[in-house]
């Protein structure tokens, strides 16, 4: 549990606004709401919208006007009484407002406690808590959709289902160890069997599911990179569909890497526009490619970009035998001039690459570019039913399907009950790690402490 004190922060991102929202959540919330807010009239039933002015007690000033609302407890975010006041969203009147309130008694709120406290008062599992960061954070329509389906209980359901199935068996086979006079078999240990391995399968789906999950939410970084004036600035810009990078027919214009991020169907992919990389240079221009080249180094993939309108140099053959290993496309630009490039020697040096035929000044073979870049990382597989994002989870699931595979050697091999069911335990403990059923202060500490102050 935790220290039953008022907690106080403010909501929304620092800055100037329109509107900003002071939260207080705990057993004096309404009293120092009351101190605060002149109004004697306000009769603070719960989920109601009121007007006000906030008052300096000490002084007798004005600070500003306000609409508040009280939450009784338990029906609030945190499960215990709380107050919302939107007031102006300039600095200084924030900061006036926040710091009445903690003069009043209420302490300032850490990372994440209001979120926390909503967890332990049982208003949200451990799975729903961390859906919130992830919505908080997400950068595309995917991404939402994925934390929406996890703060509504999608994950938590499946892993819960899992667990009430080695619930059951356990019962069974701690019933084995208790009576053995009753000589009570081993829940017919071959039914036993088929039983762990659907829950074995059932894991090694939500486990595939991470790869997918992740990519969804933390997104992919990808460096576009090739020789001087082979077009890659003109193809960060298409694929943003803003001019972000400068353009010039001058080599060694592009002196630093430029990153943009671009939603590809969901999956956001983070683009690096680096300086050409050639042989030959000095000063500034080879500093920048340095800087690509460790660019190249830290993405998960690269786009090769090519002239398709000029022979193969041996600039370009240099490019092609750094990205040999990696993962990526290679796009064949300025389709929309005369070809000259030739196409079997690329295919030799970079096999498992797919080409694709792009013109960035015309936007030809764009869209087609875009999908194909989103389906070499994230892949043109169904999306899962059920995702894990979370590496936690997936941690914690693929130690729940470790102790089920000793368990079903251990049935195979005739190994008595009591052995089967510590081996059992240790899956359901895993399971339950996962939902916050068994968890401890350090887990919760590093979970809540990624949250912004406020949430």
């Given amino acids: 549990m935790y220290k039953a004190d008022t907690i106080a922060a403010v909501a929304t991102p620092p800055g100037e606004g329109g509107v900003a929202m002071v939260r207080l959540s705990g057993p004096d919330a309404k009293h120092i709401g009351r101190e605060i807010l002149a109004r004697e009239d306000v009769e603070w039933k719960s989920h109601r919208l009121y ?28 499960g215990e009484d709380t107050v919302e006041i939107h007031c102006h969203g300039g600095p200084f009147v924030v900061r006036q407002l926040l710091g009445l309130v903690l003069a009043r008694g209420a302490r300032y709120a850490e990372p994440g406690e209001f979120t926390k406290r909503a967890f332990l008062n049982g208003r949200l599992d451990l799975t729903q808590a961390e859906a919130v960061l992830d919505l908080i954070r997400s950068r595309t329509d995917k991404a939402v959709d994925v934390a929406l389906g996890q703060m509504e209980g999608g994950l938590s359901q499946e892993v819960q289902g899992l667990r009430e199935q080695l619930v059951d068996a356990l019962v069974q086979v701690e019933a084995a160890i208790d009576f053995p006079e009753e000589e009570i ?25 991470y790869e997918w999950g ?15 004036n082979v077009g890659k600035s003109s193809l960060m810009n298409a694929l943003l569909g803003v001019d972000r990078a400068i353009v010039t027919a001058t ?33 500034v221009e080879q ?16 786009v090769l970009v090519l002239d398709g309108s000029s022979p193969l140099t041996g600039e370009d053959m240099d490019v092609m035998e750094r990205v040999r290993e990696r993962q990526g496309l290679v796009v064949i630009n300025k389709f929309d001039l005369q070809q000259r490039i030739e196409r079997p020697a690329v295919s030799d040096c970079l ?3 797919q080409q694709v035929e792009v013109s960035a000044l015309t936007n030809q073979g764009l869209d087609g570019l875009k999908a194909a870049l989103r389906d070499c990382f994230l892949d043109s597989a169904e999306e899962p039913e059920v995702v894990v994002t979370n590496v936690r989870h997936k941690a914690a699931l693929e130690r729940a399907r470790v102790s089920l595979v000793e368990v079903h050697r251990a049935i195979d091999q005739g190994m008595p009950p ?3 069911a510590v081996d059992l335990q240790e899956a359901r403990d895993s399971l339950e790690e996962i939902i916050g059923t068994v968890t401890n202060d350090d887990i919760l500490d590093r979970i809540f402490s990624q949250f912004c102050i406020g949430k």
């Fill in 287 to 302: 500093i920048g490619i340095d800087v690509t080249l460790e660019r190249l180094a830290e993405s998960q993939g690269c």
């Fill in 251 to 283: 080599p060694g214009t592009t002196r630093d890497f430029i990153e943009e991020t671009v939603n590809l169907n969901g999956l956001p992919v983070v683009l690096w526009d680096t300086a050409g990389i050639r042989d030959r240079t000095e000063g």
């Fill in 51 to 78: 007007y006000g002015k906030v008052r300096d007690p000490a002084r007798g000033s004005l600070v500003d006007e306000v609409m508040f609302a009280f939450l009784q407890g338990p029906r609030s975010y945190t």
């Fill in 418 to 420: 009591d052995i089967v």
């Fill in 185 to 209: 078999e081993l829940l017919q240990r071959e039914e036993l069997a088929r039983k762990v391995v659907g829950i074995v399968d059932k894991i090694t789906l939500l486990v595939d599911s």
């Fill in 351 to 353: 096999p498992g690459l």
């Fill in 214 to 228: 992740r990519l969804i939410r933390e997104g992919v970084r990808v460096c576009i990179v090739g020789r001087p």
